[in-house]
């Protein structure tokens, strides 16, 4: 489920560009006046920085609970799915196995007969395959349905986190190269999720 990172992403990089332009649209000039605006846009820039935090977003999806159980619910249909196709597909070949030896032996009673079997074969072969292409689609159309859900999860806890902390942004640490640790709370917001997830669960 490597792509519930690049949805979660799209929720947090957005701020990142106006980020960036706070920090390189000022200008360096010679004279008093220039310092000092200058030094006055530095000092603004670093009470704006108290209102910024990020997330490492590989890191709460290793520690998040509920990404455990949806990756676990998903990988136990999945083997459910393949261990049924296979099933399937182990009968069709032993019944082809008992038509090669019916050819190489002469048993069948007619011409027909054989190609009767053969087309009758060659069916059930069209069909497992479209059936291994119809479990293919379902599994991605769940694990789709699956990544919605922690999405969803996700962005409606940080909208409820930030009410009281008031954070004007909250990044992903995947988008930038370098953030002071003191700004991540990835430990703060993990914990936070699989608290109030945990509550649900014993309800």
Same mark, same amino acid.
């Given at each position: 489920m490597k792509?519930?990172?690049?949805?979660? /992403? !799209?929720?947090?990089? =957005? @701020?990142?560009?106006?980020?960036?332009?706070?920090?390189?649209?000022? &200008?360096?000039?010679?004279?008093?006046?220039?310092?000092?605006?200058?030094?006055k846009k530095d000092s603004l820039l670093? /009470? !704006?920085?108290?209102? =910024? @935090?990020?997330?490492?977003?590989?890191?709460?999806?290793?520690?998040? &609970?509920?990404?455990?159980?949806?990756?676990?619910?998903?990988?136990?249909?999945?083997?459910?799915?393949?261990?049924?196709?296979?099933?399937?597909?182990? @009968?069709?070949?032993k019944e082809a196995n008992e038509f090669q030896k019916k050819v190489q032996n002469n048993s069948f009673l007619s011409q027909e007969s054989a190609q009767r079997q053969e087309q009758e074969l060659m069916q059930k072969q069209q069909n497992l395959y479209k059936l291994r292409d119809d479990l293919t689609l379902e599994l991605q159309k769940e694990g789709q349905n699956l990544e919605l859900q922690l999405l969803d999860t996700v962005s409606n806890f940080l909208k409820e986190f930030n009410k009281d902390r008031k954070y004007r942004y909250i990044l992903n640490s995947g988008s930038f190269l370098y953030g002071n640790e003191g700004l991540d709370i990835t430990d703060t917001i993990t914990s936070l999720l699989n608290s109030r997830y945990q509550s649900k669960e014993t309800k």
């Open positions: 792509k519930i990172s690049v949805i979660i /992403n !799209v929720i947090l990089i =957005i @701020a990142v560009a106006a980020l960036f332009v706070m920090h390189f649209t000022g &200008k360096n000039g010679c004279s008093n006046s220039d310092s000092k605006k200058n030094a670093a /009470n !704006v920085n108290d209102d =910024i @935090a990020y997330i490492k977003v590989d890191s709460l999806l290793s520690n998040y &609970k509920f990404y455990d159980d949806l990756e676990a619910k998903l990988m136990e249909k999945q083997k459910g799915m393949e261990a049924d196709l296979n099933k399937k597909m182990a @009968a069709f070949e």
